[in-house]
């Protein structure tokens, strides 16, 4: 199973091997997340094919210009 490695630096799939990119996709959108204090987080679709992410970012407050 892939899914607990998805964000690790250059996984990449077994299911898809063919299809471009260098497996640095998701671990850059999940440092940089994580550098704002975000939560990253990644689920399965239920019966589905496919992939949820969610990105949780903290409340600031109102913002004010």
């Known amino acids: 199973n892939d899914f607990p490695r998805l964000s690790e630096r250059f996984f990449r799939g077994r299911t898809l091997p063919e299809s471009p990119g260098s497996g640095l996709g998701l671990s850059i959108v999940a440092s940089m997340a994580r550098a704002q204090g975000a939560d990253f987080s990644l689920a399965n ?18 913002v004010t210009a």
């Not at 239920?46 to 407050?61: D, E, K, Q, Y």
């Open 45 to 62: 679709r239920a019966r589905r094919s496919g992939l949820v992410i969610r990105l949780t970012f903290p409340n600031a407050g109102p």
